[in-house]
């Protein structure tokens, strides 16, 4: 028995991730982030509101252990929120989850937690957590390979695995919904959250305008050519073929760069990544993986595929090929998670990429 | 183990007052506003605690009213007040001290913010005392109603009302307070102050929750927040609640009655408490030291979170209290520390004895409470 935290948002996940631990016979106690300053009263979704606090307490009452609310709403602005638009002002698109846990997660909450006197932490992140006879702890993806978020964890070293749980990346979505029901937990049948809990709409560029406002730019052509206006480059992400604006092509066009206020536009042959370079990186096992070490694959974004992958590592930068397939629209800003079959190794946050037919991209 | 300090937040029901309430939960079901006899008999325990109510605060029974706690009789006072002296053309202005409940705060901000009264809202000292000159400088011709509480809820200190009181009425200018942490804890003067109108809760002196009176002198002109079937000198309408009536005046009564043997031994637990936390090095008291409630400690601890502290004792089975709560259930900060300078890196924590409170208790929290704190530095603090 261990005595554990539990950060309990409200959801499935989380619930049964709390009852699990009760039934393995844990000593648990449960806290809900509160992440934002919610309109009083206001129902809405996605994470922090009213519901999700209820919810969270409900669910503890249910399975019988302490609960408490902690305000980390000045964190969470100043750590993953405003870190959030700034990368999108600088052309990158972020992942406020990677921060999330690489700045509050894992750092400020584990670290409380600790303080606390807990042994472990634990969450209810579709992941899994293997040991090793010599106490060295692998990261595996999840049970269920559509849930997985290893991606969004592979910043987490040795230190914050010795003290980790997660319960749920054993099971499947469907299973664990299932018990939740079986236990009569009333999270059961709540839909997943949205991607970003703070952005419960999806609509980034709404969130980001009032925040960074007219910026006007240009489109930029693969030729050089001005193709248009926008309003602001932080609308347009590596990648993105919708919204923007320009009609009347022969092909479609895809926004391949995002530099300064010119948003670059190509054909979808030039979203091919053959390379990519990532700074930040780190490793699970606490050191790289030898460079000739075949078998290791590359996963450029949360709900993508790992494809094949070489990496030359000097220090916490990394070179990334792909020799057989070629991942579309790498978006620096966003992670690079590296994998060796089901086992996450780690990762970095990728800072230009390359495709085979032209100079950098981005 | 758990040890209950949160007395200001609110108190175990006496046993004696369950009793006193306990028939007219179980079998006097009369409306007491029904002029039969099942009616009557329930009208005669409002009618006695409102009696009680009265004799213990020096004022008619008519002048008593109940309600549904001090956050309703706040409501009815200030607004009732404002609008019917501003309905008589007597004027627009408010005054009000920084530290006060949120009950009075966000009622007079709603009424500037909503109904276009002018707002004046007087710091207070480092001590957490208001400046009685200073308040009563803030007040000019066109003052409709001045609000200053007799006891802060969360550093316990206790205002000038013997100064401000007779002072405003000399200007003819009236005064309500919120007297909910104040009333059983330390003297409360309506007559000699000048008090035109007063709130008190139950369930804060070992009474039941949800029932609260509301003092508003006849003389005093008000507008009425609740219409209906005119219950309450027609100016607070609604179903009298008899059970929690009846547990409101036993409450008070009591309150009154034991009030000078309580306030001693509530001092002493106290000061015993205090001497134990404050010899725990980096903790200081926030609030003056004297002019203080009888059961309130509110301490500043260097190098903690309030958060983590907070919930460190929580789980070594002492309750205590940080701030006043948000709706999700977190801890929001405080107002009354930010008035009074505290610094806010440090953990702000309230313990605050009462009637069930023993010296074991005190003596458990204070070793609990150095246990917690020392774990907490030992590890960074906990901060966010």
Known sequence: ?362 | MRIYLDHAATTPLDPGVLAAMRPYLESEHGNPSSSHGTGRAARAAVEQAREQVATAMGVAPLDVMFTSGGTESDNAAIKGTAWAARAAGRGNRLVTTAIEHHAVLETVQWLADEQGFELTVVPVRADGVVDADRLLDAVRDDTVLVSVMAANNEIGTIQPLEVIGPALARRQVPLHSDAVQAFGRTRLDVAGWCLGALSLSAHKINGPKGVGVWVQARDLPVQSLLHGGGQERGIRSGTFNTAGIVGCGAAVELAAQTMLVEVARLRWLRDRLLAGLLAIEGVALNGHAQRRLPHNANVAVGGCDGEALLFALDMAGVAASAGSACQSGASAASHVLAAIGAPANQAHLRLTCGRTTTQADVDTAVEVFGDCVKRLRDAGGGYL
């Not at chain 1, 979704?45 to 999700?52: I, V």
């Not at chain 1, 839909?191 to 709404?206: E, L, R």
């Not at chain 1, 930068?317 to 397939?325: K, M, N, T």
Request: charged content about 25%.
């Open chain 1, 1 to 362: 028995m261990v005595k554990v935290l539990v950060a309990m948002s409200g959801g499935v996940d989380s619930s049964m991730a709390a009852a699990l631990l009760v039934e393995q016979g844990h000593d648990v106690t449960g806290v809900h982030l509160k992440m934002a300053d919610t309109p009083s009263g206001l129902p809405g979704k996605g994470c922090c509101t009213l519901d999700d606090a209820r919810d969270a307490r409900r669910v503890a009452d249910h399975v019988g252990i302490a609960f408490a609310v902690w305000d980390f709403a000045a964190a969470f602005a100043e750590r993953v929120v405003e870190d959030f638009v700034s990368e999108y002002e600088a052309g990158r698109t972020p992942n406020p989850c990677v921060r999330c846990n690489e700045r509050v997660k894992y750092a400020a909450l584990l670290d409380r937690a600790r303080a606390l006197g807990f042994d472990a932490l634990a969450t209810g992140h579709h992941v899994r957590l293997r040991r090793d006879g010599d106490g060295t702890a692998h990261l595996w993806r999840a049970a269920d390979a559509d849930k997985d978020q290893t991606y969004v964890l592979y910043m987490a070293g040795q230190d914050q695995l010795a003290a980790t749980l997660w319960p749920v990346g054993e099971y499947p979505k469907s299973s664990l919904r299932a018990m939740a029901a079986e236990r009569g937990l009333l999270t059961a049948a709540k839909p997943d959250s949205s991607d970003i809990c703070f952005i419960p709409d999806g609509d980034v560029a709404g969130f980001l305008r009032p925040r960074l406002g007219q910026r006007a730019g240009t489109f930029v052509g693969a030729d050089g050519a001005t193709l248009g206006d926008h309003d602001g480059a932080y609308r347009f992400t590596v990648g993105q073929r919708r919204g923007l604006g320009l009609s009347g092509r022969s092909e479609p066009l895809y926004v391949t760069a995002v530099d300064g206020r010119q948003v670059h536009v190509g054909s979808r042959e030039q979203l091919r990544c053959s390379r990519l370079h990532a700074t930040g990186v780190s490793w699970i096992a606490g050191q790289h993986p030898p460079s000739a070490d075949t078998g290791l694959s590359a996963q450029v974004r949360y709900r993508g595929r790992a494809l094949p992958c070489d990496i030359d590592v000097a220090g916490d930068v990394a070179q990334v090929r792909f020799p057989d397939e070629e991942p579309e629209g790498v978006a620096p800003g966003q992670a690079v998670v590296f994998y060796a079959g089901q086992e996450c190794l780690g990762g970095g946050t990728i800072s230009k990429s390359w495709s085979q037919s032209s100079a950098a991209t981005a």
